[in-house]
């Protein structure tokens, strides 16, 4: 019982911590690029410039003007979509996982379209695709807790 409460009472610190620290273990936006890269560039409809580059959050509507269609990006790390008029990363928004409106949990985040508990994944320690060496466990978001 009293290792429950002590893994407890380290997993509410762990989460307080993240949410006073600008580094936060858990934090998603200081990852994505603010600007998206395509894989391939398309022309605009509304001049002869090719399109090579997109804002993360640019304006889209689904009907007209879907500049982010399941547009690859970033050298295929990104795929955007248009979620709620915006352009979404769908492989690694948390509010957006995979596809449109689909929210990971609390714990996890977006780890290539699939919503991830990072905090005991040996493949995705804390973060996306951080690995433990093998043998090594991924307790509380870090390879080798102790």
């Known amino acids: 019982m009293a290792y429950i409460l002590l893994k407890f009472i380290a997993i509410i610190l762990l989460i307080s911590s993240t949410n006073a620290s600008p580094n936060s273990l858990f934090r998603y936006d200081d990852e994505e690029e603010s600007i998206y890269t395509l894989d391939t560039p398309f022309s605009s409809?509304?001049?002869?410039?090719?399109?090579?580059?997109?804002?993360?959050?640019a304006s889209c509507?689904?009907?007209?003007?879907?500049?982010?269609?399941?547009?690859?990006?970033?050298?295929?790390?990104?795929?955007?979509?248009?979620?709620?008029?915006?352009?979404?990363?769908?492989?690694?928004?948390?509010?957006?996982?995979?596809?449109c409106q689909n929210k990971c949990n609390l714990l996890q985040r977006c780890c290539g379209g699939v919503c991830t508990r990072v905090i005991d994944d040996p493949k995705n320690c804390g973060k996306c695709n951080r690995v433990c060496k093998s043998g090594v466990k991924c307790e509380n978001g870090y390879c080798g807790y102790a």
């Open 61 to 99: 509507d689904a009907n007209r003007n879907n500049i982010c269609d399941g547009v690859s990006a970033n050298k295929g790390t990104s795929k955007l979509y248009c979620c709620k008029k915006h352009c979404r990363n769908v492989l690694g928004d948390m509010n957006n996982c995979g596809k």
């Open 45 to 57: 409809l509304r001049s002869s410039k090719k399109v090579t580059t997109i804002k993360k959050g």
